[in-house]
């Protein structure tokens, strides 16, 4: 069996779609016999979270300060005590690079990084001077060492090879549970929503961090150019997601600007609905988990993500598992969902996401649900997460020698 030792910031919801991804593939890969222990520093919402990791041991630390860091000498001290196989870091820019590129080298261990796209240029260069200050100081030690590297896709492995590292790259994209019932257009009895959406309306759901990268402010103002159309008020907008560094009161102060009205209609199960006024076109959900989040992938009528940088989108993934259409940018590195005709493809400005959001809305709903379709097909033959768990297993595999080079490296 191979024993191995996973590192990251956070197992929380804190850590956007990383706890989504980093949980299932574990547990995944402990499915599979491979020994997996997970090693992380406390937030706010990990008590709230860490069940979701079972039957995978999750040992936890105390961080001290800064906490946007993740700094604990419980790190070294457990791969001391654990002595791994090898070791995986999921994510960059924060202490578990320090203490996996101390440990391995120290203990001559092979380790493997997923980077989650925060080495994308817009990642890079989203607070530079910080990164290039961590990169000279530590980051860059963390990655040129590595005997693998793990890209989620073909645009990803390309931006690893820009930052010059010359490390072997396996393509191993990020995987998805098929839920059993997909829901259907139309029924919105369990949705967040349904205190107040008026009869007949369609919604457009983005459901992720709220953050700027996302590219909710052109969406929001091709929202309102939308509004100036025949038809558009048979749709709204619904916006779901953890807030980060307060941009969702930007995206409200832009509404004002752009006189779109909005509303919030924050609920969780355990509590009252909120009031939801049947004017707004866009409202604000907060974070959804588990049951609520299904419940908006399964009552939306699409789904869509105008990025400017990402690895690749749990969110998408997750729209195309519950059968409905995308609407998203390049930048999502998703191409095969354009292939496959999954996805209207848009780009990050005002005036494409306007024109996506047109084509989706002239659309009947016998061929927004064929669209929605060919999500499905797609993540069934490709995303998976017995597939990809048996991919980073037989990568492990060859990083200790035990097996030949797959075939999914990317060789550009």
């Known amino acids: 069996m191979i024993h191995t030792a996973n590192l990251t910031h956070s197992v929380s919801r804190k850590a956007g779609g990383l706890h989504e991804s ?32 079972d039957p995978v041991r999750v040992d936890v630390f105390p961080a001290t300060w800064p906490n946007s860091f993740g700094y604990s000498p419980g790190f070294l001290k457990a791969l001391n005590e654990e002595h791994p196989d090898l070791t995986h870091t999921h994510g960059i820019w924060t202490y578990p690079s320090i203490a996996t590129a101390a440990y391995c080298t120290r203990q001559r261990v092979p380790y493997m990084i997923s980077p989650h796209g925060m080495l994308d240029p817009w990642a890079v260069h989203h607070h530079r001077w ?8 530590y980051e860059s030690n963390h990655v040129r060492g590595a005997r693998c590297i793990r890209a989620l896709c073909e645009s990803e492995a390309r931006s690893i090879r820009q930052m010059k590292l010359r490390n072997p790259v396996a393509v191993i994209p990020n995987g998805i549970d098929l839920p059993e019932s997909t829901g259907g257009n139309g029924v919105n009895g369990s949705a967040p929503w349904s205190d107040g959406l008026e009869h007949g309306k369609k919604v457009m759901l983005f459901l992720g ?11 929001l103002k091709a929202w309102a150019a939308h509004r100036k159309e025949k038809r558009s008020d048979e749709w709204v907008l619904a916006i779901a997601g953890w807030d980060q560094d307060g941009y969702e009161a930007d995206l409200k102060r832009l509404c004002g600007d752009l006189e779109i009205p909005w509303t919030d209609l924050k609920r969780t199960e355990n509590s009252a609905s909120a009031t939801f006024s049947e004017t707004a076109p866009v409202f604000f959900l907060g974070p959804q988990f588990q049951k609520t989040k299904a419940a908006c992938y399964r009552n939306c009528d699409a789904f869509v993500l105008p990025s400017f940088s990402e690895g690749l989108p749990m969110a998408v993934l997750e729209a195309w598992a519950y059968g409905k259409p995308v609407v998203m ?29 047109r084509e989706i809305r002239s659309l009947p709903d016998e061929a927004l649900r064929e669209i929605g379709e060919r999500g499905r097909k797609l993540v069934e033959e490709r995303f998976t997460w017995p597939k990809i768990a048996l991919q980073i297993k037989t990568t492990y595999e060859w990083m200790l020698g035990a097996t030949e080079k797959p075939g999914w490296f990317f060789d550009e």
């Open 130 to 137: 910080k990164k290039v200050l961590a990169y000279a100081l």
């Open 209 to 219: 961090r709220i953050h700027r990268k996302k590219g909710l402010t052109n969406l």
């Open 329 to 357: 940018t390049p930048e999502c590195n998703l191409p095969e969902g354009f292939a496959a005709s999954a996805a209207v493809r848009i780009d990050t400005s005002v005036e494409s996401i306007t024109e996506g959001l």
């Open 22 to 53: 980093v949980r299932r593939l574990v547990q995944s890969l402990a499915s599979l016999g491979v020994g997996v222990r997970v090693l992380t520093v406390e937030d706010e919402f990990t008590d709230v979270d860490l069940g979701a990791w």
